[in-house]
């Protein structure tokens, strides 16, 4: 028997089939749209050698695409535990025209028309519009935590920063990444567990965004529809404050989105927190509740609270939305001064995260929790199922 001839076989003995390889692949998500790289036609060619050497093509959505390499170390190492293969090459290719727009359309499931999926009546996902009368009161920090806080549990999040003029939930997250695009869908970049888009990120360096109305109901809808969001438990939404134009864009987009009002503690703040609130009335929108704020500040000699923004607020806030809606509007939690609260904003690491059993992590959480128990209510809600007919 002639022993020069190269082994028909892999490095277990069995050569594996382009099936085996293909069934490996679906186990290998595109790290931004979250979903196998096999239902998204990324696959463009799979070749196995007499030796066990598999050469696969991957087709990448855009040029210069930011997850290039995540992808191919993905797709070696699934390839790479099929028995049998001995060696992996992985050729990238980018996606024709043609071929982006078929995406596009899958990702949408199959309809051509952009609509909010949240809006739509058989929707599941609970949104949260964060909303404060004052600015600087805290409500970014609010909506990073309780989101980063939701995904740390296990539920599925995203945030959509709206807050314009002040857009910090990025930095908040701790990412600077610019959203991949595909044909007109946006891809959103995942930060501590949570999907995230923001105007920031559209917008060359720092520079302000000084839009008016229509241009800002725009964005909102732009955000809303054509960010490919996958299937969420909950969006959480960082209006600006006050009582502006993009609340009444909130409530025409997603009319079933409930208000969580953030204040501080303080006698003015509650008062303008009340009005932003009360906004809900006009726009027939729940107020899931009041979030206070600010509220104390452990001396960190003795731990007494010193009550550097008065007390109360939240309370005030609450009843007098209650007085406003005719439903009960209750108090989520109070949350105190932390320096380790700023300090996460300022490193992109939220408290619930990186300290979550300092005071103002575990109000945080607690606040999450109620939130994330909510059971998702099917009363209007389409359950998919046509009755069969009488036989
Ligand atoms: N409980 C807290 N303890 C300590 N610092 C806090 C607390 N809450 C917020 N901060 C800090 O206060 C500042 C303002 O907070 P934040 O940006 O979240 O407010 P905002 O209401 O979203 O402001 P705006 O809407 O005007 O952008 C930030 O530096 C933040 O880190």
Not at 18 to 45: C, F, Q, W, Y
Not at 204 to 218: E, F, Q, S, T
Not at 281 to 292: A, F, L, P, R, S
Request: net charge negative.
């Amino acid at each position: 028997m002639a022993t020069d001839i190269p082994p028909a076989t892999g490095a277990t003995g069995t050569l594996p089939t382009e099936d085996d390889v293909r069934a490996a692949l679906r186990r290998v998500n595109d790290p931004e749209i979250h979903r196998p790289i096999t239902d998204l036609g990324m696959v463009k060619s799979i070749a196995v050698a007499t030796d066990g050497r598999v050469e696969v093509g991957i087709y990448l959505t855009v040029q210069g695409c930011p997850m290039r390499e995540t992808i191919t170390t993905d797709v070696r190492s699934a390839v790479a535990a099929v028995p049998g293969v001995s060696e992996v090459s992985v050729e990238l290719d980018v996606m024709s025209d043609e071929q982006r727009k078929e995406l596009a359309s899958t990702l949408r499931g199959g309809q051509a028309e952009r609509e909010v999926p949240f809006a739509k009546p058989g929707s599941l996902t609970r949104v949260y519009a964060v909303a404060s009368g004052k600015g600087g009161v805290g409500k970014s920090s609010v909506t990073v935590n309780l989101a980063a806080a939701l995904a740390a549990d296990g539920l599925k999040v995203g945030v959509v920063d709206a807050d314009i003029y002040g857009h910090s939930v990025p930095r908040m997250l701790g990412t600077d990444a610019r959203p991949t695009q595909v044909e007109n869908m946006i891809m959103p970049p995942t930060a501590q567990g949570v999907k995230v888009i923001s105007i920031g990120m559209f917008t060359p360096g720092n520079a302000p965004v000084v839009w008016r109305g229509p241009m800002l109901h725009r964005a909102l809808q732009q955000f809303l529809a054509d960010v490919y969001w996958g299937d969420l438990d909950v969006l959480l939404l960082d209006l600006p404050p006050g009582t502006g134009d993009i609340a009444i864009s909130v409530a025409q987009l997603v009319p079933g989105a409930e208000i969580l009002v953030v204040t501080t503690p303080q006698q003015a703040a509650a008062e303008v927190a009340e009005r932003a609130g009360s906004i809900a009335v006009q726009t027939h929108q729940k107020i899931v509740g009041v979030v206070e704020n600010m509220a104390g500040l452990p001396c960190p000699h003795c731990g007494e609270l010193v009550d550097v923004f008065g007390t109360g607020g939240g309370e005030r806030v609450a009843e007098g939305l209650t007085r406003t809606t005719g439903a009960k509007v209750p108090v989520l939690g109070s949350i105190p001064i932390d320096v380790r609260l700023r300090e996460g904003g300022d490193d992109g690491r939220p408290v619930v995260l990186s300290d979550p059993e300092s005071p103002a992590g575990v109000a945080l959480r607690s606040i999450a929790s109620s939130l994330g128990a909510r059971q998702r209510g099917l009363a209007g809600m389409s359950l998919g199922i046509t009755p069969r007919g009488k036989f």
